[in-house]
């Protein structure tokens, strides 16, 4: 796993877990990483990450819909 630095004012109200999760819920949410590659960035178990994953207006069913039309089922 690549490592990086970042740079955050120390006024930010956000703490290290806060950051973590906006950047692993936003790259899951871009398609970017899988759930469990995300969980990983984030620290989390993905169960736990999945269950965070609402608090940041994130879906853990990250389908595009173009993809739904092909797997949905005409009666």
Not at 14 to 25: C, E, F, G, K
Not at 44 to 59: C, D, I, M, P, Q
């Amino acid at each position: 796993m690549r490592t990086i630095t970042l740079k955050v004012p120390e006024m930010s109200e956000l703490d290290t877990i806060q950051l973590y999760m906006i950047l692993a819920s936003s790259l899951y949410e871009q398609g970017k990483l899988s759930l469990g590659q995300a969980a990983a960035v984030a620290n989390l178990s993905k169960r736990t990450f999945a269950e965070l994953l609402g608090s940041y207006n994130v879906s853990v069913f990250n389908y595009p819909a173009s993809d739904l039309e092909h797997e949905t089922i005409y009666v």
